[in-house]
């Protein structure tokens, strides 16, 4: 299958991506890493009128640590954030959910920016940032402006992010290096999760004293399971399982090809519980990617 017809865009700079931007507004698209992109021209389920590449824009493919948040890039790859050191120091989890996204071919062409804008409800990177607390950065020709990734994503492949804005970075929050888990279930290697549970914990003189709970795949975007979080908070001895019982009351997950709503209640139970016993276990970021 054929792409349709667009007008091809190659800005050699950060500034004259935002002036392409602002000419053309909703008529363009932005391409990143492409493998979410590129499928959807081929199939025609996207028709723009112009193609802005992101590929030769230089300073989107930085990481650093700032203000107690790891800084990615919006063009670091998916493989670029498994294998990092400085990502595997600050933001561990962020490292064990990049093994999970797709197959290494296209972990060595996506982009985390390029994820995050799209935005599906079953990939990694929307719920890692919800759940370490992370932000979004967007810049257009008029400023910029940052958001809290609770409110950056609206609902499926929607987010806040205007037409003339590109997502320059996103930000992971680096307290949550030592007390993590993440779980997922994919129907096969490479597929979207069918849900997904990343748990994120500060965990102070033997006790929790801060607990984020996100989950994928049962929702129109990734989601905080407020009920999971006190349950882990009130540090009883079977505060994992009592947790995965709290997000299971919690989801109420659509149906589809992939399993019914009952069906992902379940895994949401399994995912939540296995997630949150590796993050109250002191999981010290020791790692075996997929």
């Not at 890493?33 to 021209?41: H, V």
């Not at 929702?219 to 905080?224: F, H, I, N, Q």
């Not at 090809?257 to 519980?273: C, M, N």
Request: aromatic fraction near 6%.
């Amino acid at each position: 299958m054929k792409p349709p017809k667009f007008a091809y865009h190659s800005p050699r700079s950060l500034t004259e991506a935002l002036q392409t931007l602002a000419e053309v507004g909703d008529e363009a698209v932005l391409l990143a890493g492409g493998q979410s992109l590129l499928p959807l021209l081929n199939m025609r389920l996207a028709s723009p009128a112009h193609v802005v590449d992101l590929g030769r824009v230089p300073g989107l493919d930085d990481i650093r640590v700032t203000n107690g948040h790891a800084e990615v890039g919006a063009m670091v790859t998916h493989r670029r954030m498994e294998v990092d050191p400085l990502i595997a120091h600050t933001a561990p989890l962020a490292q064990k959910a990049a093994g999970f996204v797709g197959f290494r071919a296209i972990r060595n062409r996506g982009t985390v920016g390029g994820s995050v804008a799209h935005a599906d409800p079953a990939a990694e990177w929307p719920l890692v940032l919800l759940t370490l607390d992370g932000e979004v950065d967007l810049s257009s020709a008029n400023g910029s402006r940052t958001m809290r990734a609770g409110d950056f994503f609206e609902s499926v492949y929607s987010t806040a992010k205007r037409s003339d804005e590109v997502v320059t970075s996103v930000r992971f929050g680096t307290r949550f290096d030592r007390n993590w888990g993440f779980w997922e279930f994919q129907r096969r290697i490479g597929d979207f999760a069918t849900v997904a549970v990343a748990v994120a914990c500060v965990v102070g003189d033997g006790s929790v004293t801060e607990a984020r709970v996100g989950i994928a795949g049962a929702a129109e975007k990734p989601v905080r399971c407020p009920a999971a979080e006190e349950a882990l908070l009130a540090g009883s001895t079977s505060a994992a399982s009592e947790a995965a019982a709290a997000a299971q009351d919690a989801v109420n997950p659509y149906d589809d090809i992939h399993g019914s709503s009952s069906y992902r209640k379940r895994l949401v139970f399994a995912a939540t519980e296995r997630a949150a016993t590796q993050a109250l276990g002191h999981h010290h970021g020791v790692l075996d990617h997929a």
